[in-house]
């Protein structure tokens, strides 16, 4: 007969995983809400979310750094705080975006509030752990969620964008199994730091680095795809494009944060352990993902189709910077979507302003370059912040991005990858031109006939974001010490 | 005032922003004050120089990321002094001679904040803040071109921009590198300039750092290979971006040679000598003939421009203290007398909306005072003694003798060619009988192109009269730095090279 197993409350240690909950409880209020009483404002749900992630805020905000909890599968380290954080700042910059003056269906359904919350739940379990089967969870809670809120926008391209990133993200979530489960069979864990042990004491054995190498590839393989790297980057513009413009920004922003915390924890402990060829191959992924996806952004026609090469080329920039595995470069990674989360929110928040019902300017494309010509003559402050926007994500000092950009390379010149260096810069220098192309379009050409219907979707709430993007990508340079000091010490404390 | 620089600095941003509430009608007006009273504390900071101090004044350190070494540092030596002056006088002057109708409102703005991105450039003193300005130049130009421009305009404009943001990102990874390296030596992270002037670093590290700084500045002085934008820049542009761009911008990238590239790397820059004369030559003698060859009078300065900035490069990288210090004087002579050539130019553009020699002639008949200024401009262009260009020619061109006389000999070339092809311009646009019917009732200059273009008459005439007052401060810090650099030098074949001669020629 079995032991019985007592668990005293106290050693779960359940403050770690309060974050969670309280997303998941919150989502569950408001599917109560629901039930008690029907056709409530969309606008009550967005403050409701808010409300809800400002306590999820509160709650992260007081974790203490290293603790482990929940019979040890939860590991809140200072990456998993931050990230946490990060994931956070940006829902609550996203979820006022719902309050537009025109109705989009699919905020009408409180529904959507609280499968947003549980996917913040399932991102925040994927990134405050390192037991791969509760990352598994993890990422399957938080995409499940974000398939069906793409498909709740009011387009026929939503449900395919819907289709193509559930398929894409089954067959991820594949590779993603088998990886696991052929680490598990090399050491007999699921925990990343017995992982570490085990492959340590055996990685001299010849035929243990074959098995290895084959995991690696397969995680590898799940995280391009999860992150959009080249060759697994093809169904971002698609999706993109489907999904409604602030969602895209959105995805463009936390769901790669917390996949990169993700791949910094699993291929950091590769490079650690000396496996040289795992470094290699992320290089080689992001140097060719910046390099091709600042090349098809070229040709776009449509702004947010370009803003999706773009977002997957900023990918392929904070990939390179993990590759790297120094206290500086992952860092690097943090400050980066700190900064670059304001600036992409704030761009697409201003294409989601300008979005109509149906297309006036393009058969196919909700935002054709067109629709923005001579904007600075119709709508001089708008013209002026979307080139904000646009000349911070060129990287133009002294802008936010800019300052991502410069602490990534050089955290690629210490550690000694000086060519690395100047492929990014030469790949900011391409990237340049497509953000350029709409600064021209606003600035250098004639209205194309347009009216002022342009900020046909606007209203006070999406303002004030789109002030804070502001504020926060122009003052970027008076809060940089604080922000790097305060990463810095995260990153160090939980020893990456 | 020991906060004077950052006054300067920020005083047109600021105007500029307040400039958005300023009516569209009174815009000019506006920008015109605000020049003034730029113009007027750069003339104080001169007036509170102190002209026998070779070293930093104006001294401003405020830390900004100190985790990252970057702090907001500026400060003034006898080698910018002069070209934020400068910058301020052209802002200005270009500012009043200004005839455009379309957006004035926008235009000033932007020109204001061009103003900023100028003046930060040239007291900056930390590399981060350096680069900073180096990129913020590039928005309004962009926009000044692409907006006011002509018919090719936005090809021109993102050109221009792509051009000098390729070269400056390569510039930025290696000031990442300089950055780790006083990092690994020190221990401490720093991106101000005066500290990396005391690392002695080991050759290779030195050359292939001198590399990405030359990319960086190649693009902007232009150099030879990389010039191919500004004859779309200057042709495109509107008159007020010509302006700036020839009398300002482009000094940024020899400025930079002089601030970074030499202090820095003192023996890469000795071994480099050769191949950026030989680049050099290249320029000044290629684009003086390609100047000969334009129909278009715009197209003449744009490439007369070229192949000056060629002798200054030649000047920078003699080594001694007449050529870099000719080179500084020729920078700002250049910067006045191209400045006020493009103004010309624009004079009669607006007249006529043709910039085409063979539309003229006989205008020395028609517009007597045109003729008397774009004259006296045209010879200070050509370096005819008693000019402001003169003198800097002469130096740089006694300096290099020192290096190579072939050398000296092929760049003087530049002076004769340069005197055919002006001539020629002058001869087929100015004398002769009015051929062109439109051209026998133009008007002469009005008082506001008098008022623009008097003062650099006057300049032009007084400096190369006496140019002590300019010189003496100049060569002060040029001896300085040369002093350093032959203190820094590893070899004493570099030393030899990097000569501190005594006796600077002055007052031609």
């Known amino acids: ?496 | 005032m020991e906060n004077i620089l950052s006054v300067l600095i920020f005083f047109p941003a600021v105007a500029g922003l307040l400039g958005f509430v300023v009516d569209k009608n009174s815009a000019r007006v506006y920008g015109i004050s605000v020049a003034v009273v730029e113009f007027l504390l750069s003339l104080w900071l001169w007036m509170s120089f102190d002209g026998t101090n070779a070293g930093m004044q104006f001294v401003e350190i405020i830390p900004l990321v100190p985790d990252f070494g970057i702090s907001y540092y500026v400060g003034v030596d006898g080698i910018s002094l002069f070209i934020v002056v400068m910058a301020a006088l052209m802002t200005m002057l270009g500012m009043i001679s200004m005839n455009i109708e379309k957006d004035i409102k926008n235009m000033v703005i932007s020109l204001l904040f061009l103003e900023m991105t100028m003046i930060g450039v040239f007291v900056a003193l930390d590399a981060i803040v350096f680069y900073l300005f180096w990129e913020l130049s590039l928005v309004p130009m962009l926009y000044i071109i692409g907006a006011w421009g002509g018919p090719l305009r936005i090809y021109a404009s993102v050109k221009f921009f792509l051009y000098t943001f390729s070269g400056s990102l390569i510039m930025l990874v290696g000031m990442l590198f300089m950055a780790y390296l006083y990092q690994s030596i020190s221990g401490v992270w720093s991106f101000s300039i005066t500290d990396w002037y005391a690392l002695v670093l080991p050759m290779n590290y030195q050359i292939w750092l001198f590399l990405a700084f030359f990319i960086g500045f190649a693009v902007k002085v232009p150099m030879f290979p990389f010039h191919t934008w500004l004859p779309y820049a200057h042709g495109q542009a509107p008159t007020i971006g010509s302006v700036i761009l020839a009398a300002v911008l482009l000094k940024m990238g020899t400025y930079g040679f002089v601030r970074f590239s030499l202090p820095m790397f003192p023996d890469a820059s000795t071994q480099m000598i050769m191949p950026i004369a030989v680049l050099s030559i290249i320029m000044i003698i290629y684009t003086a003939m390609v100047a000969y060859a334009q129909k278009d009078i715009k197209q003449v300065i744009a490439y007369s421009s070229v192949s000056h900035m060629g002798v200054i490069m030649l000047g920078i990288f003699a080594m001694n203290a007449e050529g870099i210090g000719g080179s500084i004087f020729l920078m700002l002579s250049h910067g006045i007398v191209s400045g006020a050539l493009f103004m010309l130019v624009g004079v009669i553009y607006d007249r006529r909306h043709t910039k085409l020699m063979s539309e003229f002639g006989g205008l020395a008949s028609v517009m007597p005072k045109y003729a008397l200024i774009f004259g006296i401009m045209l010879m200070a262009s050509v370096g005819l003694p008693l000019t402001i260009g003169f003198v800097g020619e002469f130096l740089v061109l006694l300096g290099f003798y020192k290096v190579s006389v072939i050398g000296t000999i092929l760049a003087g070339t530049s002076v004769i060619v340069g005197a055919i092809y002006m001539l020629s311009l002058y001869k087929k646009s100015f004398f002769g009988p009015v051929t062109n019917e439109e051209n026998s009732k133009l008007a002469d200059l009005d008082a506001k192109e008098l008022v623009a273009l008097v003062p650099l008459v006057v300049i032009v005439i007084w400096l190369g009269v006496y140019p002590k007052p300019v010189l003496g401060p100049i060569d002060n810090s040029v001896k300085a730095l040369l002093g350093f650099m032959h203190e820094k030098a590893q070899t004493t074949e570099v030393k030899e090279i990097i000569t501190l001669s005594k006796n600077i020629k002055e007052a031609k």
């Open chain 1, 1 to 496: 007969m079995l032991e019985p197993i007592s668990v005293s409350l106290a050693s779960l240690n359940l403050v770690t995983l309060a974050p969670m909950l309280v997303a998941v409880a919150g989502g569950l209020i408001l599917l109560i809400i629901d039930l008690i009483k029907g056709d409530l404002h969309k606008s009550l749900y967005v403050m409701l979310t808010i409300l809800i992630l400002f306590v999820d805020f509160g709650s992260v905000m007081g974790l203490n750094v290293n603790e482990r909890g929940f019979f040890d599968v939860m590991l809140i380290d200072g990456i998993a705080i931050i990230s946490q954080l990060l994931i956070l700042a940006a829902s609550m910059l996203f979820i006022p975006l719902a309050l537009t003056s025109k109705r989009f269906h699919e905020y009408s359904y409180p529904e959507f509030f609280a499968l947003f919350l549980f996917m913040i739940a399932g991102f925040q379990f994927m990134v405050a752990s390192d037991n791969l089967i509760l990352i598994f969870v993890g990422i399957e809670t938080a995409s499940l969620s974000l398939y069906t809120l793409i498909a709740l926008h009011n387009r026929y391209n939503s449900y395919e964008a819907a289709v193509k990133y559930f398929t894409m993200g089954a067959l991820a979530a594949g590779f993603y199994a088998m990886g696991s489960a052929v680490i598990y069979a090399l050491t007999g864990s699921v925990e990343l730091y017995q992982i570490a042990e085990v492959l340590q004491s055996r990685i001299s054995e010849s035929s243990v680095m074959l098995a290895v190498l084959g995991g690696s590839v397969l995680l590898l393989g799940a995280f391009a795809f999860k992150l959009s790297l080249f060759p697994f980057h093809t169904w971002t513009p698609d999706v993109y494009e489907g999904a409604s413009a602030p969602l895209a920004g959105y995805m463009s922003i936390v769901p790669k944060v917390a996949a990169l915390v993700v791949a910094m924890r699993i291929f950091g402990l590769y490079i650690d352990l000396g496996v040289e060829w795992v470094r290699i191959a992320i290089l080689v992924l992001s140097v060719l993902t910046m390099t091709l996806a600042n090349m098809m952004a070229l040709v776009q026609d449509d702004v947010k189709r370009m803003l999706a090469y773009s977002s997957i080329s900023h990918v392929g920039f904070v990939m390179a910077a993990i590759a790297l595995d120094t206290t500086k470069g992952n860092t690097g990674v943090f400050l980066y979507y700190a900064l670059y989360m304001f600036t992409n929110l704030g761009a697409f928040a201003m294409l989601w302003i300008s979005r109509h019902k149906n297309r006036v300017f393009h058969k196919r494309f909700d935002h054709p370059y067109e629709k923005f010509s001579g904007l600075i003559k119709i709508m001089p402050m708008g013209a002026v912040v979307m080139a904000l926007f646009m000349l911070s994500l060129a990287g133009v000092p002294p802008f936010s991005v800019f300052w991502g950009k410069i602490y990534i390379m050089s955290a690629a010149v210490d550690a000694g990858y000086v060519w690395l260096a100047v492929v990014m810069g030469l790949n900011s220098a391409i990237a340049a031109y497509y953000y350029l192309k709409l600064v021209v379009y606003m600035f250098l050409k004639e209205p194309e006939g347009n009216d002022d219907t342009i900020y046909y979707n606007t209203s006070k709430p999406l303002m004030s974001m789109i002030g804070i993007a502001v504020v926060a990508t122009v003052g970027s340079v008076f809060f940089m010490q604080p922000l790097i000091s305060y990463i810095f010490y995260m990153v160090s404390a939980s020893g990456y």
